[in-house]
C-alpha cells in the first residue's frame, strides 16, 4: 500500500476507518424508492380524499341551510321553502357531481324533524392502481 491508501483508512484520531464501498448507493435507492411510493400514493389518493373533504363541507352547509328554512345552493340557485327531503338529497348529489363523486340518489339518506337535519351518504371511489383496481369506500354523516 503506498501513502495514500494508507492516508484514507487512518482517520484524525488514529483509529482505521472501515471502506464502505456502494453501502451509500443501496440507501440512497431505498431512500428514493420509498420517495416515488409516498408521490405516486399522494398522486393517486389526494384528489379523492380532497373531494370527500369538499363534498363533507358542502353538506354540512346544505344542512344548515335546510335546517334555518331555506336551502341556498349559490351554484345552482336557492329552494325556497322548509328543506323538504328531495330538494336537500338534490342539493347534495349536485355538488357531488359537480365535484365528479360517483353518488347516486339510493346512497343519499336524508331524515327530518322540526329544527334537525340528519344526511348521510355512502359512495365507493375507484382508483386505479398498476396491479389492480382499489374501491376506495366514503361515508359522511352530518347533522345540525
Not at 464501498?21 to 440512497?28: F, I, L, Q, S, T
Not at 373533504?53 to 358542502?58: C, D, H, S, T
Not at 344548515?64 to 348529489?93: M, S
Not at 346512497?107 to 398498476?130: A, D, M, R
Request: glycine residues 10%.
Amino acid at each position: 500500500m503506498d501513502k495514500r491508501d494508507q492516508a484514507l483508512k487512518v482517520h484524525r484520531s488514529g483509529k482505521r476507518m472501515v471502506r464502505q464501498h456502494g453501502a451509500a448507493n443501496v440507501g440512497c435507492l431505498f431512500a428514493m424508492l420509498f420517495i416515488i411510493i409516498v408521490l405516486y400514493g399522494g398522486y393517486k389518493f389526494g384528489p379523492p380524499f380532497l373531494d370527500d373533504y369538499q363534498l363533507r363541507n358542502a353538506t354540512v352547509r346544505i344542512a344548515g341551510y335546510a335546517a334555518a328554512g331555506v336551502l341556498a345552493d349559490t351554484k345552482y340557485g336557492t329552494f325556497r321553502g322548509r328543506g323538504e327531503i328531495e330538494q336537500i338529497r338534490e342539493a347534495v348529489l349536485l355538488e357531488a357531481l359537480d365535484l365528479r363523486i360517483p353518488l347516486s340518489r339510493e346512497n343519499i339518506t336524508v331524515e327530518k324533524e322540526v329544527g334537525y337535519i340528519f344526511i348521510s351518504l355512502k359512495y365507493i371511489v375507484p382508483v386505479i392502481l398498476p396491479w389492480g383496481e382499489f374501491n376506495w369506500n366514503f361515508e359522511i354523516t352530518v347533522d345540525n
